[in-house]
């Protein structure tokens, strides 16, 4: 196919594009392009029905809606997880939705962390998210362990991307747990998870990861591949809402093992309320929980997971895939000269669902972006980051975005703004 830049195309790419009709799901904010779905995703119509009808069982049934009402709360992380599942390659228990990201990572290094003789590291990389970093620290220290010494954080070479060879290189004999993301929150770059875990088997050592970036964009295989554990927010690309419940991962492999953070939702449900001193932790990932669920902050994931159900997670890839494809075919072509680098890889398999734009002047590009009601999001010191979800954004819009980006490049429109990042960046 010949390059052809003409709107037409991009409407053209709408009206042929299968997943299309889930955009009109959506509260797309008024005259904006969104582009952030990667740091808070959109609420769609059914997230905010299944709120809703939660808020009434409240009403309605009081205590008794922990077993009575559509959704009874006592076994809604289970069910969530059930539906979850399929997004990360999960056999069933496998998944629970709990807690946070960085809570998560906590129960996780509190469990999997076991530092012995010489085997005493955690193998991380200089590029990861720094709640990560810091939770990682923080488990150090509580075991006595000074984390200059005991973190390692692999370099990146190119301070955007990381190697699979160099991380590999570091899973020696003195490493207790690795933990790496998916996809790289800053380039949005995708590891190769399978490699990796292989790599990690193979020594003995457990490796988990941080999918924020990645469930609900990418399909995963993480039981097949054998992955120990992983963990993730669902206020991303899934859609659940500000500060939604979290999700976990627990491979089959180590079901029946002592939480490393317990609490009174760690137990076998079917005991729980026998109130004995003495844990029977659950069978399966469900062990995983700590205290009562935040229902509130549960409830927006039951309807947007069924959208997860009917488009796919197969078809959301390749839309993505296709969209993100598109967004740099059209900077590489019509805006050439304007010191526009990409920051992500740019080959499919090691492209995670955002595109990592790079310019000295990110900035007060973004302020200017934002004031013509494009959505992107600044990541210091020169990184705009754009994802076009494939459940909401539509090609037209891709195209959009890119003419105002160009119209504010010709015009140094970006001038009139201060070089100054917002608290919220
Ligand atoms: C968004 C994100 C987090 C956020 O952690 P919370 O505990 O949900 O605040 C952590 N890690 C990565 C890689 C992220 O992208």
Redesign the pocket.
């Known amino acids: 196919m010949t390059w052809d830049a003409s709107r037409e195309t991009a409407e053209r790419l709408d009206r042929d594009d299968g997943l299309a009709r889930f955009r009109d799901e959506f509260y797309i904010p008024e005259g904006s392009i969104y582009l952030d779905g990667n740091s808070l995703g959109l609420m769609s119509r059914r997230a905010e029905k299944s709120l809703m009808e939660v808020v009434s069982a409240w009403k309605e049934y009081g205590i008794d809606g922990w077993t009575s009402g559509e959704f009874p709360w006592f076994d809604l992380s289970e069910k969530l997880g059930e539906q979850n599942a399929p997004l990360v390659g999960a056999e069933p228990g496998e998944v629970i939705v709990t807690g946070?990201?960085?809570?998560n990572l906590h129960q996780l290094l509190g469990t999997f962390y076991r530092p012995e003789g010489k085997r005493t590291r955690i193998l991380a990389d200089e590029l990861a998210?720094p709640?990560?970093i810091y939770a990682m620290q923080s488990q150090l220290r509580l075991h006595g362990l000074n984390p200059e010494e005991h973190l390692i954080r692999v370099a990146s070479r190119d301070g955007r991307t990381l190697e699979e060879e160099d991380l590999i290189a570091q899973m020696t004999d003195e490493v207790a747990v690795i933990v790496l993301?998916s996809v790289l929150?800053k380039s949005g770059q995708l590891l190769d998870m399978k490699r990796l875990t292989e790599a990690a088997r193979a020594r003995g050592i457990p490796i988990g990861f941080?999918l924020?970036?990645s469930v609900g964009a990418i399909p995963h295989r993480l039981h097949k591949w054998g992955v120990d554990f992983a963990f993730w927010?669902n206020y991303?690309y899934l859609n659940s809402g500000p500060g939604g419940v979290?999700g976990l991962f627990v491979h089959r492999n180590h079901f029946g093992r002592m939480p490393g953070l317990a609490g009174w939702f760690s137990s076998d449900k079917s005991i729980q309320f026998d109130m004995e001193h003495r844990l029977t932790p659950a069978g399966d990932a469900g062990a995983f929980q700590i205290g009562t669920p935040h229902i509130l902050s549960l409830a927006p994931l039951i309807g947007s997971l069924e959208i997860f159900v009917e488009a796919g997670i197969d078809r959301i890839r390749e839309k993505s895939l296709k969209q993100t494809r598109y967004l740099m075919d059209l900077v590489e072509k019509e805006m050439p000269g304007m010191n526009f680098s990409f920051g992500n890889p740019v080959e499919d398999h090691r492209r995670g669902g955002h595109v990592c734009l790079v310019h000295e002047e990110a900035v007060r590009i973004s302020k200017s972006l934002k004031e013509k009601g494009v959505v992107p999001d600044f990541r210091a010191p020169d990184v705009i980051r754009l994802a076009p979800v494939a459940l909401y954004t539509s090609y037209t819009e891709v195209w959009e975005a890119v003419r105002i980006l160009k119209e504010i490049m010709e015009t140094k429109d970006y001038e009139r703004h201060e070089k100054k990042r917002g608290v919220v960046a």
């Open positions: 946070s990201t960085t809570l998210f709640s990560d993301p929150y941080d924020c970036h927010c991303k979290g």
